[in-house]
Structure formats: structure tokens, C-alpha cells
């Protein structure tokens, strides 16, 4: 049982503990093997590999009385052999060893015992000196040196006691009560490593990370963080002048704040930005609801509670801030909500334990991306997480477009802050960084006919080859919206592609971007070729030739931004026909490709194709 419990810390995610062996160590041609019960192996950039020898002592009579000298002989004994060999005279300095042994017992250390070893430990004469010289053949330094890392831990509980510590502790990561099948499950592991042969084929005794979470129910590291950020990465980026403002805004206020902004101003780096310019000793994230186009794949949620809550949760447990929160099936909304809000207050407390005013900083970005795909149901995370009372310490901000604050579905009194445009320097600091010679003039009117728009100065920033002159030149006239000159500058460079690839045909093109609007993202090059009548080559040459706007990556390709994606599907929008026939192009290829497969039932869904989407659920075809 104590094994298992020390298994348990395994799981925490900045545990230094590495692995754990049971009934023997990696040493085990080494002496005193026989001695060693458990041991643990760790690692800290600080101090490097460390090993700690357990031997557990457990007793179910004379639990009243207390463990003695002569009964821990055998022990200290085996305990000095290893460290004559684990711990040679060379690498012992001032500076405690990077091995340690431990007694671990039920019952109560002998008072004597304790003080025999300190004694002896700090160099003062005792009467059991003599008992320990001759037990462990060391004499002098070397009996200090030993003493140094030896460790005496009594009054462990009996074996009920330690179950119920194990339940207890269990329950430290996750949110409902703890199942005995779970409890179990950790203590079978435990002793199936005891075991001459484990039935799983691992190497005998050996316990790793994995195989801890896999009986608390983890089998890929995917459910510990299902959602990860996919932001885009920006060489340079400029911090806002409204960025002082706007932090000391969030931390003022104790209810939530909406920082909102039309797109392509730049809210998810700014976001970034606040979270890397929080007071020393306070911490922050950002939860990406985009996902670089991936929260409208259904195989990748990150709307949902239980994708959502459980990122937050985990990335606060990386920082050692909180232990990790592990979902379970049965899990309900109410039971991630209650998980992340008892880490926060975790979390608040670790902060304030070192820094008395830290603060905790949650950004949710995208937050109406969201809402979007959740279609106003409620299981969506966004609009319940608005409506929850954070403990002190804690502020949540919430990015959106301005014209989709009502699908968060505020309470009047949570407060707006509305991000604006570039300003006229900051538009001029932004050109400069890539034209540095550009004059006042060109910065004037860079600034003035882009809006101040980040986003659409940075499409035109990105055109290959393009000087100042040509970048003015291309930009239309001024008071457009910046939906428009986004719009404007994707239907520009859709056209060019078509003027610059005769041999593509304008068809072809235009079936390459119905494939790329309609297909759930990442879509792999070979997948869009096949869905838009063309060879991989020309959708690689579509890709580039579009540049900044699409992102390929790993034979894949998927909108860079938001805007992008709202130009693409709402020019490119399919009818009901083209569903169905991008869905008879993939079928073919469903039982080869995991991407075709998890496809096609979005495609029969968006097409209306009810009675079709049913037959294939019920049936084993194109799996």
C-alpha cells in the first residue's frame, strides 16, 4: 500500500520522480539488494539523477510498540553495503549525496533510535556509536556521510489506514467520488510488478508515468491536455499602446472582462502579450479556442467542459500549481466546473504562498469561435464560465469579435474593453520593420488606407518580392470596413493564381478552395488534391503562391487565421450536390485514411443526408 501510494506521485506533472521499482532496484548486482523494497529514481536540472532505497517495515502485531535499534540491524547493515558501493568516497562532498535511504514502518521510530542517528550524523559522541560501527563497518566520516542520508519514517497507519490514504489522495485528481475498481486497479499494479513474470510483458518491477495513468484511466497524454494552443508564431510582434491600459483594466476588476475587437486587430497576440507581462510572481494562460481552424473538426472539440476545463486544469498543474484533473467518462459539466474551480483556488494559493498579491490570469481566445460551433446549446464552456464567481485572485478575460458579444451571453454588468487598430505609430513601426527606409508619407498612407488594421497590413507585408510602392498600389480605397480589404485581398490573390497558372484550370482553382472551405481541417495535400481534381504539385503551388493566409504544415494545409476562414467558407460555401459530391470523390479512400473516414459523416450531415448518415453508423463500411 505504501507503494503504491508513492506511485500516485508519478502523475504529477513536474514531479521529478522518473520511475519507481518494486521488490529490488536497477542495481540489483550492487549489495544490500535484498534490503531494498522500493526504490525511486528522479531527475531536477538542479541536481541531476537521484536514487532513494525504501525498505518498509510493516507490522500487524506490536504496533503499540516501538521500532528499535535491534530490529533495524539487518537493515542498516544491508543499507551500509549498498552505500559503500552506490556511494563512493569520490563523489561524496559538503553537499548531501544524490542517494538516500530510507525505513518506512507502521509503527512508532524508538525515540533512541532518532537521536543515535543525529548524534552521529552531526559528530557527537553516543552510546549507540559503538552498535553502528560495528553493524555498518564504518567508522568516522564515511558513518556520517551514511547517517547524512539515512531517513527514519515511523507511524505510516496499518493497512486500512493506508488504503484510505491512497482513496484520499486519489481523489486529489479527479472530480466525483473514487470507484474501488480505481483504487484497485493502483495497488494490482503494484503488486504485479512483485510478480516473477508481469503479466503486461514490462520489465519486472519497474513502474513508470504511464503505467499509473493508465490505471487511473489516461492512455494517451492527449487526454491530460486534449486541446492545445495552435497559435500561429509571430517574429517581432508589436505590443499594443493600449497594453498597460488594458492589463491594469483586467486586474483591477474582480468580475470577468470582454476585450473585443473586429478581426485581424490582433487579439490573440495581444492576449499572448498580457499573459508574458504579468507581475513577477503571478501566472496566467491562454486557451486558443480557434485551434488553428480545428475547433470545427468534430474529432477535436474545444468547446465542450470537458476539453476545455480539463487544458486549463492540466497547464495550471505543468506550472506546479495545482494537481492534474483527470476526466472519466461519466464525468458531468457540473463536475469539470467544480474540478477547475478547486485548482484555481489551488492554484491562488501556491501563488500567494510566495508572493502575497500574485494573481491568477485566465484568457480565453476565440471565445466566440466557441459559441459558434456549440450552435447556442449548452455545452459550451464559454457562456457557463462566464456565469461562475472566481475565488480572489483569480481574473478571467474573454476575447471576441464586436459584432458576436451576445453569443457569450454576458450579464450587463460584466465590463467591455474594446481593442483598436493599429495607431498612426504603431502602423508606421509595423512598416518599418520590414521596409526600414520607408518615409513618413508612405507610413501615412500605409496606415490610413490599411485602417490600422493588423491584419491586413500583415497579408500585405507577406507578398513575396513586394517593395512600398507595390503594396500602396495594391490597396483600394480608403473607409472600406476591414472585413472588406481582407475580403478584397483574398479574392486579389485567388485571381492572380488563376492569372499566373494557365494550366490550372479556373475551375480546378476554384474547386481546390470549395475543398479547402468545406473539408474539415488540417486537410492533408493528397485528400484536397483528390477532392479538387488535381495533382499534390499544384496544390503545393496554390498554397505558396497564396502565402501568409494558409499554413502548411506537415503535407497538410489549414487557414492561418479567422478572417481567412470567414472569406473561404462564405465565398466557397457548397450546396448540397458538391457535399455529396466530395463525399462519392472520398468514399474510395475512406479505409485507408483516418482523415477520409472521420470525414465523410460531417460531409453527409452538412448535405442533409440523414438516412445515409444512419446507414453508415449502423453498418462497418469505410472504416
Known amino acids: 500500500m505504501p507503494a503504491a501510494r508513492r506511485c500516485l506521485r508519478l502523475v504529477e506533472p513536474n514531479s521529478p520522480l522518473q520511475c519507481i521499482t518494486i521488490e529490488g532496484s536497477k542495481e540489483s548486482e550492487q549489495a544490500g539488494?535484498?534490503?531494498?523494497?522500493?526504490?525511486?529514481y528522479s531527475k531536477t536540472e538542479e541536481a541531476g539523477d537521484a536514487i532513494a532505497y525504501y525498505q518498509l517495515k510493516h507490522s500487524t502485531v506490536r504496533t503499540d510498540k516501538n521500532f528499535t535499534l535491534s530490529e533495524f540491524k539487518s537493515t542498516l547493515e544491508q543499507f551500509a553495503k549498498r552505500f559503500l558501493e552506490a556511494v563512493p568516497k569520490s563523489k561524496r562532498t559538503k553537499k548531501k549525496a544524490n542517494v538516500k535511504f530510507v525505513l518506512v514502518t507502521n509503527r512508532m521510530i524508538s525515540p533512541a533510535l532518532k537521536k543515535a542517528v543525529v548524534s552521529i550524523r552531526e559528530g557527537k559522541e553516543h552510546s549507540s556509536l559503538k552498535t553502528f560501527e560495528e553493524t555498518?563497518?564504518?567508522?568516522?566520516?564515511?558513518?556520517?556521510?551514511?547517517?547524512?542520508?539515512?531517513?527514519?519514517?515511523?507511524?505510516?497507519?496499518?493497512?486500512?489506514?493506508?488504503?484510505?490514504?491512497?482513496?484520499?489522495?486519489?481523489?486529489?485528481?479527479?472530480?466525483?467520488?473514487?470507484?474501488?475498481?480505481?483504487?484497485?486497479?493502483?495497488?494490482?499494479?503494484?503488486?504485479g510488478r512483485a510478480l516473477p513474470d508481469p503479466e503486461d510483458g514490462e520489465i519486472k518491477g519497474e513502474i513508470f508515468r504511464e503505467h499509473v495513468l493508465e490505471r487511473l484511466g489516461v492512455t494517451s497524454v492527449e487526454e491530460l491536455f486534449p486541446a492545445q494552443?495552435?497559435?500561429?508564431?509571430?517574429?517581432?510582434?508589436?505590443?499594443?499602446?493600449?497594453?498597460?491600459?488594458?492589463?491594469?483594466?483586467?486586474?483591477?476588476?474582480?468580475?470577468?472582462?470582454?476585450?473585443?475587437?473586429?478581426?485581424?486587430?490582433?487579439?490573440?497576440?495581444?492576449?499572448?502579450?498580457?499573459?508574458?507581462?504579468?507581475?513577477?510572481?503571478?501566472?496566467?494562460?491562454?486557451?486558443?479556442?480557434?485551434?488553428?481552424?480545428?475547433?470545427?473538426?468534430?474529432?477535436?472539440?474545444?468547446?465542450?467542459?470537458?476539453?476545455?476545463?480539463?487544458?486549463?486544469?492540466?497547464?495550471?498543474?505543468?506550472?506546479?500549481?495545482?494537481?492534474?484533473?483527470?476526466?472519466?467518462?461519466?464525468?458531468?459539466?457540473?463536475?469539470?466546473?467544480?474540478?477547475?474551480?478547486?485548482?484555481v483556488e489551488q492554484a491562488i494559493s501556491v501563488l500567494r504562498s510566495a508572493k502575497p498579491d500574485a494573481r491568477l490570469l485566465l484568457l480565453i481566445d476565440a471565445a466566440d469561435n466557441a459559441e459558434m460551433v456549440a450552435h447556442g446549446s449548452n455545452d459550451c464552456f464559454v457562456h457557463l464560465l462566464l456565469q461562475e464567481s472566481l475565488p480572489d485572485g483569480c481574473h478571467l478575460a474573454m476575447l471576441c469579435r464586436t459584432e458576436r458579444i451576445g453569443l457569450l451571453q454576458p450579464k450587463s454588468s460584466i465590463r467591455r474593453f474594446e481593442l483598436l487598430s493599429f495607431s498612426p505609430e504603431e502602423s508606421s513601426f509595423h512598416l518599418r520593420s520590414v521596409f526600414p527606409s520607408a518615409s513618413e508619407q508612405d507610413a501615412l498612407e500605409f496606415h490610413s488606407r490599411t485602417n490600422g488594421n493588423p491584419r491586413v497590413q500583415a497579408n500585405l507585408l507577406s507578398m513575396a518580392g513586394a517593395d512600398v510602392s507595390s503594396i500602396l498600389s495594391n490597396l483600394g480605397p480608403t473607409g472600406t470596413t476591414v472585413d472588406d480589404q481582407i475580403?478584397?485581398?483574398?479574392?486579389?490573390?485567388?485571381?492572380?493564381?488563376?492569372?499566373?497558372?494557365?494550366?490550372?484550370?479556373?475551375?480546378?482553382?476554384?474547386?481546390?478552395?470549395?475543398?479547402?472551405?468545406?473539408?474539415?481541417?488540417?486537410?492533408?495535400?493528397?485528400?484536397?488534391?483528390?477532392?479538387?481534381?488535381?495533382?499534390?504539385?499544384?496544390?503545393?503551388?496554390?498554397?505558396?503562391?497564396?502565402?501568409?493566409?494558409?499554413?502548411?504544415?506537415?503535407?497538410?494545409?489549414?487557414?492561418?487565421?479567422?478572417?481567412?476562414?470567414?472569406?473561404?467558407?462564405?465565398?466557397?460555401a457548397a450546396q448540397k450536390q458538391q457535399f455529396l459530391a466530395l463525399v462519392k470523390v472520398l468514399e474510395p479512400f475512406a479505409v485507408e485514411s483516418t482523415y477520409v473516414a472521420r470525414s465523410l459523416p460531417l460531409l453527409l450531415h452538412r448535405a442533409g443526408e440523414l438516412s445515409l448518415l444512419v446507414e453508415l453508423a449502423l453498418s462497418d463500411k469505410m472504416l
Open 33 to 40: 539488494e535484498y534490503a531494498i523494497d522500493i526504490a525511486e
Open 136 to 191: 555498518t563497518i564504518l567508522k568516522g566520516k564515511d558513518l556520517r556521510d551514511f547517517c547524512a542520508i539515512l531517513e527514519l519514517v515511523g507511524g505510516e497507519g496499518n493497512y486500512l489506514d493506508q488504503k484510505w490514504e491512497l482513496q484520499v489522495e486519489m481523489a486529489d485528481y479527479f472530480v466525483g467520488p473514487i470507484e474501488r475498481n480505481e483504487v484497485d486497479g493502483l495497488i494490482a499494479l503494484v503488486s
Open 229 to 343: 494552443p495552435k497559435f500561429e508564431s509571430i517574429l517581432n510582434p508589436i505590443r499594443r499602446d493600449q497594453h498597460e491600459k488594458l492589463l491594469s483594466e483586467i486586474l483591477s476588476s474582480s468580475a470577468p472582462i470582454i476585450i473585443h475587437a473586429p478581426g485581424g486587430v490582433g487579439k490573440s497576440v495581444v492576449a499572448r502579450h498580457l499573459v508574458e507581462s504579468l507581475p513577477e510572481g503571478s501566472w496566467g494562460m491562454v486557451y486558443d479556442c480557434f485551434g488553428a481552424g480545428n475547433y470545427r473538426n468534430e474529432s477535436q472539440p474545444r468547446h465542450r467542459p470537458r476539453e476545455a476545463l480539463v487544458q486549463i486544469a492540466n497547464e495550471m498543474a505543468i506550472a506546479g500549481l495545482c494537481p492534474p484533473l483527470i476526466a472519466r467518462i461519466n464525468n458531468s459539466n457540473a463536475h469539470f466546473f467544480r474540478g477547475l474551480l478547486k485548482r
Open 487 to 572: 475580403a478584397a485581398q483574398l479574392k486579389l490573390a485567388v485571381c492572380g493564381i488563376k492569372d499566373k497558372h494557365p494550366a490550372i484550370f479556373s475551375s480546378q482553382i476554384d474547386a481546390i478552395c470549395l475543398g479547402l472551405a468545406n473539408l474539415p481541417p488540417f486537410i492533408p495535400l493528397e485528400i484536397l488534391a483528390k477532392a479538387a481534381d488535381v495533382d499534390v504539385p499544384a496544390i503545393r503551388s496554390f498554397v505558396y503562391d497564396l502565402g501568409r493566409p494558409l499554413l502548411l504544415s506537415d503535407n497538410a494545409v489549414q487557414f492561418r487565421d479567422e478572417p481567412t476562414e470567414t472569406w473561404f467558407r462564405q465565398e466557397f
